[in-house]
């Protein structure tokens, strides 16, 4: 059963355009929502985060929007810069005692210069 | 300050051998975790540690997986009999472990290949 999705494995954005990288989840107990940005052979990286009570988290070019009727977030990025091209993981938080992650598949994003 | 390490960082195996993957989480950082990416997938969920608690579990996909935590540091994940499936890239991650707190730092990974 996966939690949290993110239905479009890969992604291609010009430079200086806007990336929008998209997640869905299905626990509505979920109480932090993150992103990360992972570059090859490296872990990942922590890059914005939205608590469950807000709709909107900003910082620089990127920002996450969350709507919970939908249970969906986006993490919109602009202007794209090559250095973005990474894969990005949506993840969840599940509250109540323990704070396990629950993880998407990921996003591969390519910028093209 | 020194961040997550892991060690190896690869190691490769025979099919049916015992192998033993360590992590130094960030002092201080009492909640740990453990990931497993496979190729071309996701981070899949395997085990956590948070201070003097039983860990949760319920992410090992089988009981040749187990992992220890001394204190609030070293961590180990041991793989017993290992299988070709079992070859991917496992991944520890720490945090402060509050409530407040929610980012994990995570280490570079160990690339396991199961021959």
């Known amino acids: 059963d996966q939690q949290v999705k993110q239905n479009s494995p890969s992604l291609s954005v010009q430079e200086g355009r806007i990336s929008i990288l998209n997640c869905d989840y299905t626990n509505s107990m979920f109480d932090y929502f993150l992103w990360y940005k992972k570059y090859p052979a490296e872990g990942p990286t922590f890059l914005i985060s939205i608590s469950s009570i807000k709709d909107k988290n900003e910082d620089g070019r990127f920002t996450v929007f969350l709507n919970k009727s939908a249970k969906h977030l986006s993490l919109h990025i602009v202007p794209s810069q090559p250095g973005d091209s990474a894969v990005y993981f949506c993840a969840a938080r599940s509250a109540g005692g323990t704070y396990k992650y629950i993880f998407g598949t990921g996003t591969r994003l390519k910028v093209l210069a | 300050g020194a961040g997550v390490s892991q060690s190896p960082s690869n190691k490769v195996t025979e099919k049916g051998k015992d192998v033993e993957l360590r992590c130094d989480p960030i002092s201080g950082h009492t909640a740990l975790y453990w990931y497993r990416q496979r190729l071309g997938q996701g981070l899949e969920f395997l085990i956590y540690?948070?201070?003097?608690?039983?860990?949760?579990k319920s992410g090992l996909p089988s009981d040749r997986f187990s992992a220890e935590r001394t204190g609030e540091s070293v961590s180990t994940l041991t793989i017993q009999r290992t299988q070709q499936e079992d070859s991917a890239v496992y991944l520890c991650?720490?945090?402060?472990?509050?409530?407040?707190?929610?980012?994990?730092?995570f280490g570079p990974g160990t690339r396991l290949t199961v021959t």
């Open positions: 991650a720490s945090s402060p472990g509050l409530e407040s707190s929610y980012e994990q730092y």
């Open positions: 540690f948070q201070g003097n608690s039983a860990p949760d």
